[in-house]
């Protein structure tokens, strides 16, 4: 087994890790590559701590003081270090009770995308919860660091909701375009989905090309022998997707994701976005 | 857009909050570093808000506190004592104009050069120097003015441990200038030192005759201060570097500190640099981004502005009790502690440095004398590693000399002496294949050897120069090149 090949599993400390743990270990199984809990430890040196207002230097001021932050910032991150350990342990457990055959943890110190961007590097998979511990508490539907992270990385990333089942249907969003054609050839030719069912949706706009280009896909897929539904549905392409997805009882959707710059999705919203948001079931975003 | 926000919102409370202890701090420096400059009050105070307001937008160190500083004032008294205030806008605007093509020039990196002896030297000088101007404030001035300032290093230094919510130095302030107009008493009040500030500063370009005599006169003046405040500004960039363990942009706070003494200029204040004091104290209190350098200098000129009636009532021995905390607090006191462990050299380089600002009140050449010697104590050291070891050979008719270490200007000398001229021999071999040649200065000691073995009708054959030679760098330009660390290392 190759490390540069590893599914990484990224989890912080709220319950969603659970089916992250989950559906890493599914893939990690599958595709018989090793699996890594990463978490990552952000630290706030941009944050003061000050309670000393006095405003008064005096002798060996500056010496005291590095040594009274370095003593806060050691208490703190050891507390944290320590935390995270026991939580990555009973991941780590679950994962190799779910069948996952080579499990390591990590954890990094940092800010989340950049430590992702260093360690995407050596993975073929990442698999990141869709909401975190800060949504457990305010409750929003989609986290927050989702769009930074997918938009920063390049690797295939599943991002998985609160529920575990090993997905026996999955559905393409395909809409004929380069991102969504090389989703075919990876559905054709990696492990991780042999046996299973796959639907092709095409919908949106009205096309000429549409029936060409389902066909291709459809033959690229059926060349593996897999079982394949195509089928193309005119109308407004997010509707009939979470539409479809309910109705097939679909339980993972495969597409590409933030194919358009910041600036365009801060003004119209993104597809990608509002589909994390309709669809209930996990979705593979590729880049 | 990420970063923006993290160097400006992400501490909102704390930065609001040291922003204003910052702000009373350093209205009395402000003050009394126009006195030291001979300038009327408002010109450091104008200074000490452009420069924090300017370089919160502009500076490479987010949380570094700028203003009117000591190590700048002293540079300019002449100028201003000889040809007046426009003179000095006009500098402080150079000054600006010559910190930018500083850091584009990305000068900011020969920073490493400058020792960290040389750098405590620097530090300790300055707080020499601010004590130093605080002594004609105590000299021929009735007792009161001891009693109130020994009251008010008192308060500075007893009441925080009553409480740190509330800045002490402003907790003296209040207090002494409540006594002085409570009890009558006359002592000099800051009132006494000129004009304070009673509008907004304005924008004005400096009033001086555009000529290269205008350019004589100020550029030395502007150099000097362009290098001082660099410097202040580098080592407490690094200072808060470390208290805060996050990384700063070295090259972007040179040219914004640039930005900053330009625009200074034209508001009428006085060049200045960032500020080791304040910035212990702004990180000290909790604040870490810009916004705490921008509050600082709102809040500042705010205070000053509308409160000016009452900063005239300020007696004198108030600011002179907060230079002196000031003054302490800037001293490296480690490093009188470590004089006896530290190696002489050192110990030297650091004194000297304190040395030449004292006699002079020049912080440059005081880092400029301070960064020559620790040069010269290096190459003497690296010097003492060369030997030359011989044996004879061929039944004494030959003698090799195997040379190993380094060669250059400062071992040239021992290596010339390390040879037996008057020894009646027919051949002799100098295997010179581990020894690295640095520079001219030793390829010529080597021909010196070579010529003199000859008069004595010796024999000379040298091995291994051309390996010798090729740490001649300069000539040979390997060192950019791959595989430059095995030529040198190989032999």
Redesign the interface.
């Given at each position: 087994m190759n490390q540069e090949n590893k599914v990484l599993a990224c989890v912080d400390q709220s319950h969603f890790a659970d089916f992250v743990a989950d559906y890493a270990a599914w893939a990690a199984q599958r595709m018989d590559a090793p699996l890594e809990f990463l978490h990552v430890i952000d630290r706030?040196?941009?944050?003061?701590?000050?309670?000393?207002?006095?405003?008064?230097?005096?002798?060996?001021?500056?010496?005291t003081?590095?040594q009274q932050?370095t003593e806060e910032?050691k208490v703190r991150t050891k507390a944290e270090r320590e935390r995270g350990r026991v939580f990555l342990n009973r991941l780590r457990e679950r994962a190799l009770a779910a069948g996952a055959e080579s499990v390591d943890v990590r954890q990094r110190h940092g800010e989340l995308v950049s430590t992702l961007v260093e360690q995407e590097r050596d993975a073929r998979l990442i698999v990141l919860g869709r909401r975190g511990a800060s949504a457990e508490s305010s409750g929003r539907d989609i986290g927050r660091h989702v769009e930074r992270v997918v938009r920063s990385l390049h690797k295939p990333i599943l991002t998985v909701t609160d529920a575990f089942k090993p997905p026996q249907r999955v559905l393409i969003a395909f809409d004929g375009s380069g991102v969504t054609r090389r989703a075919v050839d990876l559905v054709a030719s990696s492990p991780l989905f042999s046996g299973l069912e796959v639907h092709v949706l095409m919908s949106g706009k009205t096309r000429a090309d549409a029936d060409k280009k389902l066909q291709e896909a459809r033959t690229t897929l059926e060349s593996r022998g897999m079982d394949v539904v195509a089928s193309y549905v005119p109308g407004d392409a997010e509707t009939i997707i979470a539409q479809t997805v309910r109705d097939r009882a679909v339980d993972l959707l495969i597409m590409g994701a933030y194919s358009h710059s910041p600036l365009r999705t801060f003004m119209f919203g993104s597809k990608t976005t509002d589909l994390l948001r309709s669809s209930t079931v996990p979705s593979l975003l590729l880049r | 857009m990420q970063s923006i926000r993290q160097d400006w919102f992400s501490n909102v409370r704390n930065d609001l909050l040291s922003g204003i202890v910052v702000a009373l701090a350093l209205i009395p420096e402000a003050l009394a570093f126009s006195i030291i400059a001979g300038v009327d009050p408002k010109v450091g105070l104008y200074a000490a808000f452009s420069m924090a307001t300017v370089i919160a937008f502009t500076g490479g160190r987010p949380g570094m506190i700028s203003a009117a500083t000591g190590a700048m004032a002293l540079l300019m008294i002449t100028l201003v004592k000889q040809h007046g205030l426009q003179y000095l806008f006009a500098a402080t605007v150079l000054t600006g104009g010559l910190q930018m093509l500083i850091g584009w020039l990305g000068f900011a990196k020969l920073m490493r050069f400058v020792s960290r002896s040389v750098i405590t030297g620097f530090a300790n000088a300055l707080a020499i120097v601010i004590f130093m101007a605080q002594l004609p404030e105590l000299i021929h001035v009735p007792w009161t003015v001891y009693a109130l300032t020994a009251g008010g290093l008192g308060i500075i230094y007893l009441f925080p441990y009553i409480t740190k919510a509330v800045p002490s130095p402003l907790v003296a302030i209040v207090v002494l200038t409540a006594l002085t107009v409570l009890l009558g008493l006359h002592v000099p009040t800051v009132g006494d030192k000129g004009q304070l500030p009673d509008s907004l500063p304005i924008f004005l370009l400096p009033q001086i005759p555009l000529n290269l005599h205008t350019l004589q006169i100020i550029f030395p003046v502007s150099l000097a201060m362009a290098v001082v405040g660099l410097l202040e500004s580098m080592m407490t960039a690094t200072l808060i570097d470390d208290f805060t363990d996050t990384p700063s942009n070295k090259q972007r706070e040179c040219m914004g500190q640039g930005v900053a003494n330009i625009v200074t200029g034209c508001l009428g204040g006085m060049a200045g640099c960032a500020m080791i004091g304040q910035s212990v104290i702004n990180v000290k209190s909790g604040g870490r981004g810009r916004l705490s350098t921008l509050t600082a200098g709102v809040v500042l000129l705010i205070l000053v502005v509308f409160l000016g009636r009452w900063v005239a009532q300020i007696p004198m021995a108030a600011l002179v009790a907060v230079m002196i905390m000031v003054s302490i607090g800037t001293f490296n006191w480690g490093s009188i502690r470590n004089l006896r462990e530290h190696p002489k050299s050192s110990s030297a380089v650091m004194l000297a440095t304190v040395a030449v600002v004292v006699a002079t009140d020049n912080l440059a050449l005081g880092v400029l004398t301070g960064v020559l010697l620790s040069g010269f104590f290096f190459a003497h050291k690296v010097g003492q590693i060369l030997r030359v070891r011989s044996v004879a050979e061929d039944e004494g008719r030959m003698r090799t000399y195997t040379v190993t270490g380094q060669v250059f200007f400062a071992s040239a000398e021992r290596f010339i002496a390390s040879f037996d001229f008057k020894e009646v021999i027919d051949k002799v071999r100098i295997d010179v294949s581990r020894a690295h040649f640095w520079d001219i200065t030793a390829v010529s000691a080597l021909d010196k050897v070579i010529l003199k073995f000859r008069r004595e009708a010796t024999e000379v054959e040298v091995v291994g120069l051309n390996a010798a030679s090729a740490t001649m760098v300069d000539k040979f330009a390997v060192h950019d090149k791959d595989g430059a660390e095995d030529l040198l290392m190989s032999h």
């Open positions: 706030h040196p941009e944050i003061g701590s000050g309670k000393d207002h006095s405003g008064a230097i005096g002798i060996d001021t500056q010496e003081l590095l932050l910032e | -």
